[in-house]
Nanobody, 127 residues
């Protein structure tokens, strides 16, 4: 099992930046998990944002964040990051870290079905 804790959320003006971090802990090997970020806005379903492969060599993004968000991971520190630039009010949502020991990072794009979720962290972008 793995326990995920997000940090780095908050309130930012449109055009600003935030960097989310997700620290993983537990009696497991972090590098054995594909990692991803999802988000859920009020009244909407949870949606895929970005994912990174176990080695960090491959990354995948939703179309609406391409060129603005960057996902990365540090396997030595058991942490995955989401750098968010050029934020828009429509990026406002609760952001969730996700880990999966079986599915690939590419498969995370299809549906929000993963083995483990963080508790979520609020990101609010004001106009």
């Amino acid at each position: 099992q793995v326990h995920l804790v997000e940090s780095g959320g908050g309130l930012v003006q449109a055009g600003g930046s935030l960097r989310l971090a997700c620290a993983a802990s537990g009696r497991t090997t972090f590098s054995s998990y594909a990692m991803g970020w999802f988000r859920q806005a009020p009244g909407k379903e949870r949606e895929f944002v970005a994912a990174v492969s176990r080695t960090g060599g491959s990354t995948y993004y939703a179309e609406f964040v391409k060129g603005r968000f960057t996902i990365s991971r540090d396997n030595a520190k058991n942490t995955v990051f989401l750098q968010m630039n050029s934020l828009k009010p429509e990026d406002t949502a609760v952001y969730y870290c996700a880990a999966d020991p079986v599915r690939t990072a590419q498969a995370m794009r299809v549906a929000p079905i993963v083995g483990y979720w963080g508790q979520g962290i609020q990101v609010t972008v004001s106009s």
